[in-house]
């Protein structure tokens, strides 16, 4: 008992050097940043984003895409993330100041999204393949999103927001009906397609 003090101090002292260490050091160096311009006069980046696009990053989430996918591009000479067409420079803490959750991701079982919105800029690319990856990326292990997506009769011209799916697809809707995304899908495409690495910042230049 007579070491009882110097145990509660040790314990105390681990933990605060834990905590300067992993979280008082890291909000010193970037937690302060804000959005920052190339030269005076431009537009500083990143920009915030929309709401709809918040609400699609939810829906991100909750499908679980961050187990597949990253939200980094690597520096060069640290893996083909350039060779790949990922993005044209690496993200910088800079690039996440506006995301109340980054998802970095865990493993890369598809390919970085980071720059997704600016390689992938077809909104209906992205439909189709939501609905079944195998329509516009053959052999793809992603699986399906069909929930996302719902069955309605034609009514009229038809709703402008029915998929466009190839007339030899195995599983195409009976005469008379369509397929269209459902809201918590429109949010997803409209979160994806805000996903681009098109800026520069003082940190990250393309030439770099």
Same mark, same amino acid.
């Given at each position: 008992?007579?070491?009882?003090?110097?145990?509660? %101090?040790?314990?105390?002292?681990?933990?605060?050097?834990?905590? #300067? &260490?992993?979280? +008082?050091?890291?909000?010193? !160096?970037?937690?302060?940043?804000?959005?920052?311009?190339?030269?005076?006069?431009?537009?500083?980046?990143?920009?915030?984003?929309?709401?709809?696009?918040?609400?699609?990053?939810?829906?991100?989430?909750?499908?679980?895409?961050?187990?597949?996918?990253?939200?980094?591009?690597?520096?060069?000479?640290?893996?083909?993330?350039?060779?790949?067409?990922?993005?044209?420079?690496?993200?910088?803490?800079?690039?996440?100041? %506006?995301?109340?959750?980054?998802?970095?991701?865990?493993?890369? #079982? &598809?390919?970085? +999204?980071?720059?997704?919105? !600016?390689?992938?800029?077809?909104?209906?690319?992205?439909?189709?393949?939501?609905?079944?990856?195998?329509?516009?990326?053959?052999?793809?292990?992603?699986?399906?999103?069909?929930?996302?997506?719902?069955?309605?009769?034609?009514?009229?011209?038809?709703?402008?927001?029915?998929?466009?799916?190839?007339?030899?697809?195995?599983?195409?809707?009976?005469?008379?009906?369509?397929?269209?995304?459902?809201?918590?899908?429109?949010?997803?495409?409209?979160?994806?397609?805000?996903?681009?690495?098109?800026?520069?910042?003082?940190?990250?230049?393309?030439?770099?």
């Amino acid at each position: 008992m007579k070491r009882l003090p110097l145990l509660l %101090f040790g314990i105390i002292l681990t933990i605060a050097s834990s905590f #300067t &260490g992993l979280v +008082l050091s890291g909000q010193i !160096q970037i937690g302060n940043l804000k959005p920052a311009a190339l030269e005076e006069g431009d537009d500083p980046y990143p920009r915030q984003p929309s709401g709809v696009a918040d609400q699609g990053k939810q829906v991100y989430i909750e499908m679980g895409c961050i187990y597949c996918h990253s939200q980094q591009v690597r520096r060069k000479g640290f893996g083909a993330d350039f060779d790949r067409g990922w993005g044209d420079r690496q993200t910088v803490a800079r690039d996440y100041i %506006f995301q109340k959750r980054v998802v970095l991701g865990t493993m890369r #079982t &598809g390919p970085d +999204l980071f720059n997704v919105g !600016q390689r992938l800029s077809v909104e209906d690319w992205h439909y189709l393949h939501l609905y079944d990856p195998q329509i516009t990326s053959k052999g793809s292990v992603m699986p399906p999103f069909k929930f996302l997506f719902k069955k309605q009769k034609i009514e009229g011209k038809g709703s402008p927001d029915a998929l466009k799916i190839p007339p030899d697809y195995k599983d195409i809707p009976e005469n008379g009906y369509e397929i269209v995304p459902t809201e918590r899908c429109k949010n997803l495409v409209t979160y994806l397609l805000s996903l681009r690495l098109d800026y520069e910042l003082p940190e990250a230049r393309f030439s770099e």
